[in-house]
């Protein structure tokens, strides 16, 4: 779910492999046209859809939010963790460490029930639904962008460091610019598609009911016995978005490439 | 030839039996040597014989394991803060430039300047120009160091050490990964400096330069200097069997 994946499609298969995907294709495509339900698909009724776009739209402004608090507060966190992660003070990084491995080897399901149940038995602190859902997503994201924060400051040539310790920089200046800019730089293709992923992500958080738009379709479904048309509009929705910010980050990659002198 | 120079002055960098160790390997091993203010030092040897290694450690790039190193009025080991004091008086010039790619010329030679120094931003802008103007390359203020070619780069390397009026200049095979037409141009820069009297010392694999700059040669090789001698010594009459050896391969 999370993360991102290469590209494994090979680019020369042969003519000969081609017809036989060709063929298995067309196969699969008669086999389902024989077996789907026509007459289910014929009784679809989108207008529900319409009918309730405003509340689909509230609970999506939502998702956007939710995606938007991860992204902002997750970069904050992954920044002032990834430079702590470069401390000579070793405890220090242990803990950063510790972090990462637990947010990132975890589910974020299971994350999130155990901050919104097991969290307040400890503290006394009862959180809302959307407040564990904002602070298991924002945790899980620190988690995954410092990491990303981390890989781009190591990937800034030694000289650049070299140079700002030879000159005697202040610790402020070295890091914010000198290091930070073209580790920037590096960051920023992983860091959008990991903004997409927690775009996606987010709708676990209706498990807990937190009004965003996975949890809206479910109340509307519910209400209308309209299930179908409603999970088949709101996967639409996701995906146009989520096609929206993918072509944006090839966009901005090629930007960048550009500018790379 | 330029011995008697006479504008040695007082002592500014004294190592005393310096070892630096990186794991098991000794890059150099008790080292003893000194500096005296406005002297010109060439540092010469074959590759992987500690004379970057021995640079790096008088500004504290490279931290030693035994020994000490007065450079000005500081002792090293020294802590962070001292470390970074010193390095505000020593400038460095490295083979690779290691300029600033993402910021333009002029940012490059003023952030240190304000930053580290306090000056205020036309203060350092003056001075900027003021030494581009020296390096010869003062209408390129407000390129990108990728626009530069690897000569003009590495003089802006020197100007942005120069911005922090260090006491001592410290370079690290300045024209080593420089195609071979831009040398001289650094070299010529970098003999300027040595005419003015600035105090400093030149690992390089240029001989004549050495020869007709230094008032003393190192010769470093297994982490020791085997041979401190002025040029016309130096080349005319090695002292040393690894010397003459490294000589006869070069000359």
Known sequence: MLGYGGQTESHDRTWGQNALFAAFAIGLAGLLAYQVNWELIGSLDFSVVWEYRLPLLKGLGTTLFLTAIAGVLGIFFGTILAILSQSPFAPLRWAVVAYVEVFRNTPLLVQLIWLHFALPAFTGINTTALESGILAITLQAGAYFTEIVRAGIEAVPKGQWEAAYALGLPDWTRWTRVILPPALRIMIPPLVNLIISFFKASAILSILQVSELMTVTNRISNVTFKPIELFTATAAIYFVLGYIMSQATLRIERVLQRSQR | ?251
């Open chain 2, 1 to 251: 030839m330029t011995e008697g120079r006479g504008k040695r002055g007082q002592t500014v960098v004294r190592c005393v039996e310096v070892t630096k160790r990186f794991g098991s390997f000794e890059a150099l091993r008790k080292v003893s040597v000194e500096v005296r203010a406005g002297e010109v030092v060439c540092i010469i040897g074959p590759s992987g014989g500690g004379k970057s290694t021995f640079l790096r450690t008088l500004n504290g790039l490279e931290s030693i394991e035994e020994g000490e190193i007065h450079v000005l009025d500081v002792r090293l080991p020294a802590g962070k803060r001292e470390i970074e004091r010193l390095r505000r008086e020593v400038g460095m010039v490295f083979q690779s430039f290691n300029l600033f790619l993402h910021m333009s010329v002029r940012a490059n030679l003023t952030l240190a300047p304000t930053t580290a120094l306090g000056l205020s931003k036309a203060e350092a802008n003056e001075r900027a120009k003021r030494l581009l103007t020296r390096v010869g390359i003062e209408e390129q203020i407000d390129k990108y160091p990728g626009q530069l070619s690897g000569g003009q780069q590495q003089r802006v390397a020197i100007a942005r050490a120069l911005a922090m009026e260090p006491k001592i200049m410290l370079f690290d095979e300045p024209t080593s990964s420089l195609d071979p037409e831009m040398v001289n141009e650094v070299l010529d820069v970098i003999r300027g400096l040595a005419e003015s009297g600035m105090t400093m010392l030149v690992v390089t694999h240029e001989m004549g330069f050495a020869r007709e700059v230094a008032d003393r040669v190192l010769f470093i090789t297994d982490g020791q200097i085997l041979v401190d001698a002025p040029p016309a010594e130096f080349f005319g009459r090695p002292t040393d069997e690894r010397q003459a050896a490294f000589l006869s391969k070069i000359l």
